[in-house]
């Protein structure tokens, strides 16, 4: 069974920086893509950066630039290290994975595993 748990959410000011974190376990395929999610209220579930098992990545245009995703294989750990926050990232921040490649899609619907989420604020 796949387990993912989030951390490293916080409350920041407009500028500032966070580095979120996601233990993974249970999974065993060498093929995978992984990814961090944000849903802020009111609004869909949107992808934010996407990380595949040959190491590439993909990120959505707002976040371009100043936000990095990279993965720990030792650790099982991925992470999402956010710089230049603005009030309009605050949101909950999801990690999600899945067995197929992320050059299959990263949308929502193509992840069935899923952390429980971990609140960022950023204040301006």
């Known amino acids: 069974q796949v387990q993912l748990v989030e951390s490293g959410g916080g409350s920041v000011q407009s500028g500032g920086s966070l580095r979120l974190s996601c233990a993974a376990s249970?999974?065993?395929?060498?093929?995978?893509?992984m990814g961090w999610f944000r849903q802020a209220p009111g609004k869909e579930r949107e992808v934010v950066a996407a990380?595949?098992?040959?190491?590439?990545?993909t990120y959505a245009d707002a976040v371009k630039g100043r936000f990095t995703i990279s993965q720990d294989n030792r650790k099982n750990t991925l992470y999402l290290q956010m710089n230049s926050l603005k009030p309009e990232d605050t949101a909950m921040y999801y990690c999600?994975?899945?067995?197929?490649?992320?050059?299959?899609?990263?949308?929502?619907?193509?992840?069935?595993?899923w952390g429980q989420g971990t609140q960022v604020t950023v204040s301006s």
């Open positions: 249970g999974y065993t395929s060498s093929s995978y893509c």
């Open positions: 999600a994975a899945t067995w197929k490649s992320c050059y299959g899609g990263v949308s929502a619907a193509n992840f069935p595993y």
């Open positions: 990380i595949d098992s040959d190491g590439s990545a």
